[in-house]
């Protein structure tokens, strides 16, 4: 059986979803909708789906899961719609623009007895997943501090349509946080308590994407755009995690944690590969190659792969889960914990207090090789 997936938006994000779903055995993507028919329309041609208004796509009975990569703000609507029609979901992330609503998508998922999965799927991939096989066999020893970053210039530089990411349920923590609080919420755990402080660098955002329709248009910053935080996690690890859209240039790497036996690199938690380096005790450190793996091989772009992105696998996993009825990964729970610990960090910079993180959720087990391998249509869909 292949569970039958419908997509509500149309952005960015949709072509990568579109051009891997034939990869995964345990879905189908028949349709696709959007505010926009017109783009819909172009993308239902290019691969070969169905264009159709959203509330009717939510509404078939031809779907098994609706794919949500809609706008933050329309994350909640769109999901608690089709929960309510009698479809599983899969979101991208955050998993809503607030805590409240996020709460309101597990509760419509409590009560009709449905799936929610949400993204980042990327801890799913061969680097994060390399880590927290170390970590787990003991490499580095009980985990004792580590340090996050996210760094770049902001989104208007590159997207074609940056406003959003300006807006409430935009910035870089609610944007790119949840790659790496899942991450590190993965290797240890849940996160118990976030003390933060916060700015905004700049009042305003010109447009410079090239090519974007909006290109030299200015919009008005109304988010934090530089956090820095400190997560103390239920297992009394701590990790000092940075978020900025203000730097120009940097040196710090996306993750790494220490331990009582030794210390670990994480690569990007926004790649679903990377190089693992884990030292012993002190001594130099070594490299843990993982393009060999189930889900690190460089796959994209298509046409000349040179990044690991297999966008979608947490759509799969959850699919395979339904289909053999057990928990699935990227699941509803875990994403909750991560917007609770994303809004607390931004609770705390504005408030300046320490918040403590209400919801909790257990670290998803281990992706072992065997269990990838199953989720795909054949081994040479790995690259």
Known sequence: MVMRVGVVGCGNISKIYLSMANRFRDIKVVAISDLRPEVAAAQAERFDLRAMPVHELIDSQDIDIVLNLTIPSAHADV??????????VYSEKPLAASLVDGRRIAEAAKQTGLRVGVAP???LGAGAQTALRLIEDGAIGTPIIGSAAIMSRGMEHWHPNPEFFFKPGGGPVLDMGPYYVTT??????????????????????????EGSP??????????????????????GAQVTLQCSWDV????????????????????????FGGVVFLSAAGAEWEPVETSE????APNWPLDAPARVNYRGLGLAEMANAILHNRPHRANAAL???????LEGILQSATEERPVIIQESCERPALLRQSEALELLVSAASIA
């Open 184 to 209: 590190l919420v993965a290797m240890l755990g849940p996160v118990h308590k976030v003390s933060a402080v916060g700015q905004i660098g700049l009042a305003e955002r010109t447009v410079t994407a």
């Open 121 to 123: 799927d990327t801890f």
């Open 79 to 88: 999901s608690i719609a089709a929960l309510t029609a009698g479809k599983h």
């Open 335 to 341: 994403g909750l914990h991560t917007l609770a610990v």
């Open 214 to 235: 909006v290109f030299g248009s200015t919009i008005k910053v109304e988010v934090l755009t530089s956090v820095q935080a400190i997560l103390t996690f239920k297992s």
């Open 293 to 296: 793996l189930v889900f690190g």
């Open 248 to 271: 120009w240039k940097h040196g710090l790497l996306p993750i790494e944690v220490h331990g009582k036996a030794g210390s670990i690199r994480v690569p990007d938690p926004n790649t």
